[in-house]
């Protein structure tokens, strides 16, 4: 197995015909196709991964976000959040989330990292 690194769209697009061809194989994961297969998938992840990266949501729209697709009302959201004025100024953006409701929040099955945030870049 020849590899060689990511560098250009050509070299993506190439590694992906590979990765096409091997995933249609269906290898077991002992075989040398198989072996190929996760090598040349994990190169095409770094790639995809550094080329496209997908930040963090907005703490706010991940409420927001799931409170649509779970059909929550902000009535719903008091015992996350608290009183209605204090649901409606969170998700309008008048008043930060506290670590206790992040803690209530996370009990709905809303990720940490969502409701946390990106970290904030390091200052130098």
């Known amino acids: 197995m020849q590899v ?3 560098r250009s769209e050509a070299d993506y697009r190439a590694m992906l015909a590979r990765v096409s061809k091997l995933i249609d194989l269906d290898p077991a994961p002992d075989t040398p196709e198989g072996e190929a297969l996760e090598v040349l998938g ?7 991964a ?4 997908i930040n963090a949501p907005d703490p706010i729209e991940a409420i927001k976000f799931y409170m649509e ?3 929550l009302t902000v009535a719903d959201m ?4 608290g009183p209605r004025n204090r ?5 309008g953006g008048k008043r930060p989330l506290t670590m206790p409701m992040i803690r209530r929040l996370l009990s ?3 990720p940490a990292q969502a409701l946390v945030g990106a970290p904030e870049p390091a200052m130098t």
């Open 50 to 53: 550094r080329r496209w990266p």
């Open 42 to 48: 994990t190169l095409v992840q770094a790639y995809e």
């Open 4 to 6: 060689h690194a990511i």
């Open 69 to 71: 697709q779970t059909g």
């Open 108 to 110: 709905l099955g809303i």
């Open 87 to 91: 649901v409606y100024d969170v998700l």
């Open 78 to 81: 008091v015992p996350y959040i």
